[in-house]
């Protein structure tokens, strides 16, 4: 029998007790906060709306129940404006006034699952508006595409949704959102929660039925990952007990989500295992640069941004250094923590007190294993670039800052994973300052004069203090021993003279043990 025809409904958001109905749950109250900041005012209500994610686990494991789930659920469109009937039809009607403002006003929607203790679906909420000028915050994102009654609205985020622990547990949910990056768009399809707990189990099951699943370990999630076509990279602390210091745990993510890679990260909670999907941060201030010294410019990251099934989508959460102790050694050790914080209601909406705060609750989250799906053909790992980046720093140290007892210089490093065409286009773009000259020469000499390069390039950037300095182009498809270089781009003159200096003294370099580059084909881009 078919479902039975229902309106769409339109709700004040205020007053819509569609969200009342999930005031009491974490996430509702969370969504329902996130909202509030974003000025939310109307929702419009699928009263019937079939999810791929959700027929998958209803027909894996749901139609299967006694207790007689629906196959359909509810889809809620959020809006900044007021939305009534008359506008509405409107919309439908392809009023071009009414469409543009629908379109701006549109926050994000979320799927509304007949599970009762996990009712949220798919769901992308718009992000904060980015209220700094001088410090980036850096996601992996995509857009969605959405349909209401035939008109297409956009927003652009990342899925989230709740782990429902009958066809998926956290892990799962974290590598679905993953999974739903931008970076992969061109090559695979994103798989639901089912396919994901059946590609993970496939080889490894531990004599555990398929469904319900309770979760996923590290060999599970890499053959997840494997089976989608994609390869896993697995990063464990550099701390005692597998935790990770600030320095590592930032490093490394900035490196990955500036690539368009989320990054999940299994760890520990309130004493209890728990798997997140990182997809942002804020770029750091570099406020505590040594001269002298080589820094890693991500090392002094203190924001990022997650999802958290047990929460929300986008939570915002603070890095602080928290110190602990090992049986058996009297030396305390220091670990990274993440803190959720959301931010301060004032500065976006009125909606919500700075009293309202829906993750002043939530526990330090303590990461000690990140797992990263990238596309088959990189056979490097952030990991490595930022070791190469390093030593390449320290090459220049030596004559940056002869004088050791009075170094006058800071240099930082910084290493990407990043697709050709967005490293040639957007990122030269934002480099060389849209100085068409200048830009075209760069161009033209990377298309011309160096061999094809790989389509995902290794990225080390090379700054005096926040200034860029060179960027130096890996092959990704070769192996960490070989790492040849397509090429070297100089920002500054400066890089001509000591590149020089370091080829005329190579051979004293390789005797005191200090590895030398080949810095390949040189590209003056100033």
Request: with cysteine; glycine share 6%; charged share 20%.
């Given at each position: 029998?078919?479902?039975?025809?229902?309106?769409?409904?339109?709700?004040?958001?205020?007053?819509?007790?569609?969200?009342?109905?999930?005031?009491?749950?974490?996430?509702?109250?969370?969504?329902?906060?996130?909202?509030?900041?974003?000025?939310?005012?109307?929702?419009?209500?699928?009263?019937?709306?079939?999810?791929?994610?959700?027929?998958?686990?209803?027909?894996?494991?749901?139609?299967?129940?006694?207790?007689?789930?629906?196959?359909?659920?509810?889809?809620?469109?959020?809006?900044?404006?007021?939305?009534?009937?008359?506008?509405?039809?409107?919309?439908?009607?392809?009023?071009?006034?009414?469409?543009?403002?629908?379109?701006?006003?549109?926050?994000?929607?979320?799927?509304?699952?007949?599970?009762?203790?996990?009712?949220?679906?798919?769901?992308?909420?718009?992000?904060?508006?980015?209220?700094?000028?001088?410090?980036?915050?850096?996601?992996?994102?995509?857009?969605?595409?959405?349909?209401?009654?035939?008109i297409s609205l956009c927003v652009e985020g990342l899925s989230w949704q709740q782990q429902d622990t009958g066809v998926g547990a956290c892990a799962t949910v974290a590598l679905w959102s993953a999974l739903h990056s931008s970076a992969f768009d061109e090559y695979h399809a994103v798989p639901t929660t089912a396919q994901i707990t059946k590609a993970a189990t496939k080889h490894i099951n531990l004599g555990l039925p398929v469904f319900p699943n309770s979760g996923l370990n590290v060999h599970q999630i890499c053959d997840a990952i494997k089976e989608m076509g994609l390869t896993p990279m697995v990063l464990t602390g550099d701390q005692p007990s597998a935790f990770f210091s600030t320095e590592r745990f930032a490093s490394n993510c900035a490196s990955f989500i500036r690539s368009g890679y989320p990054v999940i990260a299994l760890g520990a909670i309130n004493g209890n295992g728990h798997a997140i999907c990182i997809?942002?941060?804020?770029?750091?201030?570099?406020?505590?640069?040594?001269?002298?010294?080589?820094?890693?410019?991500?090392?002094?990251?203190?924001?990022?941004?997650?999802?958290?099934?047990?929460?929300?989508?986008?939570?915002?959460?603070?890095?602080?250094?928290?110190?602990?102790?090992?049986?058996?050694?009297?030396?305390?050790?220091?670990?990274?923590?993440?803190k959720a914080k959301a931010p301060d209601p004032s500065k976006y909406s009125s909606q919500r007190t700075s009293g309202d705060d829906p993750t002043n609750w939530y526990y330090d989250f303590f990461p000690y294993t990140l797992i990263v799906a990238?596309?088959?053909?990189?056979?490097?790992?952030?990991?490595?670039?930022?070791?190469?980046a390093l030593s390449i720093g320290n090459l220049f140290n030596i004559f940056l800052n002869p004088n050791k007892a009075s170094p006058t210089t800071a240099i930082t490093t910084s290493a990407t994973i990043m697709d050709l065409n967005l490293y040639v286009g957007k990122s030269l773009s934002s480099s060389l300052n849209n100085v068409p000259q200048v830009l075209s020469k760069v161009r033209l000499e990377l298309l011309e004069k160096i061999p094809p390069m790989s389509y995902h390039l290794g990225v080390i950037r090379l700054g005096i203090g926040s200034q860029k300095f060179l960027d130096i182009l890996f092959d990704t498809t070769d192996t960490d021993r070989n790492h040849p270089v397509f090429a070297t781009i100089a920002y500054t003159p400066s890089v001509n003279t000591i590149i020089s200096t370091i080829n005329s003294v190579k051979p004293n370099l390789i005797s005191m043990g200090i590895p030398v580059i080949n810095f390949s084909y040189l590209i003056e881009a100033y």
């Open positions: 029998m078919f479902h039975q025809p229902l309106p769409l409904e339109i709700q004040d958001f205020q007053q819509a007790n569609i969200l009342d109905d999930f005031q009491g749950s974490t996430q509702g109250n969370y969504i329902k906060c996130y909202l509030k900041d974003l000025g939310a005012k109307s929702i419009v209500i699928e009263p019937h709306y079939f999810d791929k994610d959700y027929l998958s686990e209803f027909a894996n494991f749901y139609s299967t129940s006694s207790r007689g789930y629906p196959n359909s659920c509810k889809r809620i469109h959020f809006f900044s404006c007021d939305i009534d009937r008359q506008k509405l039809e409107k919309l439908l009607g392809e009023d071009s006034i009414v469409c543009k403002e629908i379109q701006d006003s549109y926050l994000g929607f979320s799927v509304i699952r007949p599970i009762t203790v996990a009712p949220f679906g798919n769901t992308v909420l718009k992000w904060y508006p980015d209220l700094s000028t001088s410090h980036q915050r850096i996601r992996a994102l995509r857009n969605y595409h959405v349909h209401l009654s035939g997809s942002g941060f804020r770029e750091a201030k570099l406020t505590n640069l040594q001269n002298g010294m080589v820094n890693l410019s991500d090392s002094e990251i203190d924001t990022i941004y997650l999802h958290d099934d047990n929460l929300g989508p986008n939570v915002r959460a603070k890095l602080s250094t928290h110190q602990y102790s090992v049986p058996g050694i009297q030396t305390q050790f220091n670990r990274v923590g993440l990238v596309h088959s053909e990189i056979r490097t790992s952030a990991d490595h670039l930022n070791g190469k």
